[in-house]
């Protein structure tokens, strides 16, 4: 059983940045590819950005290309999201979940063949 717990949210004006952690436990982490998804109120869980067990892959949903950057420290147990320049529509609850894969490579974009998420933290953009 692995236990995700993201840190780093909060509230920002358009234009800031902020670093979102999450911190995993009871697992071998990189036996997980990592994703960070977001859902705004009234929507869809929506991608982010994922990461390959070792970090060789990566993959960004379009609207943060550019802006966000995932990294992941397998010695920390820990994966990281640098948001950049920062939009009122990237308002949302930001989640982390890994999935166990014996893939090194492999990418998951998909919210529902994840295995576990953390609870989440708000990140809020005004404008």
């Known amino acids: 059983q692995v236990q995700l717990v993201e840190s780093g949210g909060g509230l920002v004006q358009a234009g800031g940045s902020l670093r979102l952690s999450c911190a995993a436990s009871?697992?071998?982490?990189?036996?997980?590819?990592m994703g960070w998804f977001r859902q705004a109120p009234g929507k869809e869980r929506d991608v982010v950005v994922c990461?390959?067990?070792?970090?060789?892959?990566?993959y960004y949903a379009d609207s943060v290309k550019g802006r966000f950057t995932i990294s992941r420290d397998n010695a920390k147990n820990t994966v990281y999201l640098q948001m950049n320049s920062l939009k009122p529509e990237d308002t949302a609850v930001y989640y982390c979940?890994?999935?166990?894969?014996?893939?090194?490579?492999?990418?998951?974009?998909?919210?529902?063949?994840?295995?576990?998420w953390g609870q989440g933290t708000q990140v809020t953009v005004s404008s």
């Open positions: 979940a890994a999935k166990d894969t014996y893939l090194s490579g492999a990418l998951y974009n998909i919210p529902r063949v994840y295995d576990y």
């Open positions: 009871g697992g071998t982490f990189s036996d997980y590819a």
């Open positions: 990461i390959s067990r070792y970090g060789s892959s990566t």
